[in-house]
């Protein structure tokens, strides 16, 4: 029982810590220092301090990092997500 008890206060702390976070980085939008911009490479949601879209993101950067399991699966195929027809 201690154990779902520790787990259960973990998993409380670590939704409460994402979501002071959110708050924080709202706030942030607010006042211009954060904006959520597309990739212009992959076309993911980014976080940057410029309003306009950025040229690459995590995403472009450490692919193996963010999507391992398609990575290690796809290695010699270039990681990039199709283009998405909607225009932001």
Request: hydrophobic residues 50%; positive net charge; proline residues 6%.
């Amino acid at each position: 029982m201690t154990g779902f008890e520790v787990l259960g206060i973990a998993a409380i702390v670590a939704v409460g810590a994402i979501a002071i976070v959110g708050i924080f980085l709202g706030l942030a939008n607010w006042v211009g220092g954060f904006h959520m911009v597309h990739c212009r490479t992959c076309h993911h949601l980014t976080g940057s301090a410029q309003q306009g879209p950025v040229e690459d993101c995590v995403h472009c950067r450490h692919p193996a990092l963010l999507h391992p399991l398609y990575a290690a699966m796809h290695r010699a195929a270039p990681i990039r997500i199709r283009r998405d027809p909607l225009h932001y």
